[in-house]
């Protein structure tokens, strides 16, 4: 990509910067007590949702209504979804910033998820692809967003 101003670079670091809140949210989320993957389970991943919102002062029940509306059957999807979520809920002004400029979430996940290697090994333990877990993260950035 060329750019000829400097609003080609801005659109990078706000994207990025949103995907990269989800994806550290995600690796914080799962060192803690619950487990070290990525959960599989409706009642694991709707308790370590909560757990993250409350972590980062977002409406615990606006992130299990998330969780519960993710448009995914897999929980691990769904986690992800409300990963991305809770992530576009905890910094809205990166969020507005996002949607005003209009970067592509899913590459952004794709790229951050790729240059985490525990992401992927989280995701292969889960039987998860990065397009699937990229999507889920850009999807419920973008419906975070207010």
């Known amino acids: 990509m060329t750019c000829e101003s400097s609003g080609c670079t801005i659109t990078a670091v706000v994207e990025y910067a949103s995907i990269s809140a989800a994806l550290s949210m995600l690796i914080a989320s799962l060192n803690g007590v619950f487990a070290s993957a990525i959960p599989t389970s409706n009642g694991k991943a709707a308790a370590l949702v909560t757990t993250v919102a409350s972590s980062h002062h977002v409406s615990t029940p606006q992130a299990r209504t998330a969780y ?19 992530g576009s809920a905890s910094d809205l002004t990166a969020c507005k910033a996002t949607q005003i400029l209009e970067p592509d979430p899913n590459v952004a996940a794709a790229q951050a998820l790729q240059q985490s290697p525990r992401a992927l090994a989280l995701l292969r333990a889960a039987h998860l692809t990065v397009a699937q877990a ?6 419920g950035s973008t419906d975070g967003c207010p």
């Open 68 to 86: 519960a509306r993710a448009p995914y059957h897999k929980p691990a999807l769904r986690y992800l979804y409300a990963v991305g979520w809770v």
């Open 134 to 139: 990229a999507a889920a993260i850009a999807h």
